[in-house]
């Protein structure tokens, strides 16, 4: 006797969409259309959308909505507010396909998606470009949730943050990209955003006050360009997974291009922060490349580290302070060479750090014109195993602080 499988299937799929299972997203959200009656946005008329988008996000009855722009582009000024205290999923059709076109005016001095109460609540912005239309137009994402057990505080993914030219120098530009506040259980996936030089501050940043842990952040398939830092942390955080990057033109106005930060605890010598992994990326840096201060396990492995090209100035592709049990593995550092070479130049630093691996990664070209070391191992660092790393046209290997009491280092299988 033959199963008649795939009815039955049908049959439980349609039930589900007709009376809903619990937690399904057709359940939890109303659904609106922006261009529908009687809200009626225009896209690509050029004229002011404004209106009709906030009236969209004020209509619907359920504690979850979801906001819906088709093909085009609107016009948006000012701040797009998120009611407080209840999700949010802003989307379209994909990037370059659906598009938000953020101005200020003297009413109106900042732009972008703003959600600034948001609770225990989610926010998911999904399949959209958000474009800055004026100079130093506000943040294009920003949002702060309370602490609480809740899955997937923000999602945001497909989305592309840029200005009106592409070049990283001219025309207007977001001040920053996504700003995410005690926003636990994160996922940023799919996610471009094109800046323009020492002008745009944080491509992403992901903070919490020291008495409020955020946990669990997942970046995957990341673009982010001509930022002052590419990616910032602050505060209490911990759980975080980088992987599929690329940090480009980064590390300007005295930041590094990822500056990875977590608040020491209540106690002397406590570390803030736990579990930080960067894996399968590029860090393209100005200045400084990759800071990692006060975490404890983690991981830096086949990521492409680059201090080159004119505008390069002094500065450390990877420096790690106040860190336990972290490896740094499979790693390329390509520094600079005449005519660009700068006076001080560092592959990795390590400060107050212990039981560390450093191990198989491969340096070269690295020839500053005053100082600097391949590996250097500051005081009080302790357990720091290196071996099996690769050096070809270098100034100096390593540098090992001899202070009192000294690091404690070993070496295995580099090449001389």
């Known amino acids: 006797m033959k199963m008649r499988i795939f009815p039955i299937v049908s049959m439980i799929l349609l039930l589900n969409l007709a009376f809903g299972l619990p937690g399904m997203a057709a359940v939890a959200y109303d659904r609106i259309n922006v261009t529908s009656s009687p809200y009626n946005a225009i896209p690509n008329d050029g004229l002011d959308d404004t209106a009709a988008i906030n009236a969209a996000i004020a209509a619907g009855t359920s504690p979850s909505r979801s906001i819906y722009f088709p093909p085009g582009t609107y016009n948006f000024i000012g701040l797009m507010t998120v009611p407080a205290n209840k999700s949010y999923r802003f989307y379209g059709d994909g990037q370059g396909v659906s598009t938000i076109l953020f101005s200020t005016n003297g009413s109106n001095p900042t732009a972008g998606i703003n959600a600034p109460n948001m609770g225990t609540a989610a926010l998911n912005v999904d399949g959209l470009t958000l474009q800055a239309n004026s100079t130093n137009c506000g943040t294009a994402i920003n949002a702060s949730f309370n602490p609480g057990a809740k899955f997937r505080t923000a999602a945001i993914q497909n989305v592309q943050i840029i200005g009106s030219h592409r070049d990283g120098v001219s025309g207007t530009y977001w001040t920053n990209g996504i700003y995410l506040n005690k926003a636990s259980n994160t996922v940023i996936d799919k996610v471009h955003i094109s800046g323009n030089k020492n002008v745009t501050q944080q491509g992403i940043s992901w903070v919490a006050p020291t008495n409020d842990a955020a946990t669990g952040l997942e970046m995957t398939n990341l673009e982010v360009k001509w930022c002052n830092s590419a990616f910032l942390t602050s505060g209490h955080v911990e759980g975080i997974y980088v992987t599929g990057f690329e940090f480009i033109s980064c590390g300007r106005g005295g930041l590094p291009a990822a500056y990875i930060y977590a608040s020491q605890g209540g106690g002397a010598g406590e570390i803030g922060g736990g579990a930080v992994h960067l894996m399968n990326g590029q860090i393209d840096s100005i200045g400084n490349g990759l800071s990692l201060t006060n975490f404890i396990f983690g991981k830096v492995s086949n990521v492409s580290f680059k201090h080159t090209g004119p505008e390069t100035t002094d500065g450390t592709m990877l420096v790690m302070s106040n860190v336990t049990d972290v490896m740094v593995t499979e790693n390329s550092f390509s520094g600079t060479v005449s005519p660009n070479a700068v006076p001080n130049e560092n592959g990795v630093i390590l400060i ?50 001899g202070s009192v009491p000294p690091a404690e280092v070993y070496f295995l299988g580099n090449n001389p």
């Open 352 to 401: 107050d750090a212990h039981s560390v691996r450093v191990a198989g990664n491969n340096f070269s070209n690295m020839q500053p014109t005053s100082n600097g070391n391949c590996i250097a191992v500051l005081p009080a660092s302790t357990v720091v195993r290196i071996t099996d790393n690769l050096f070809s046209n270098v100034r100096s290997q390593y540098y090992v602080d």
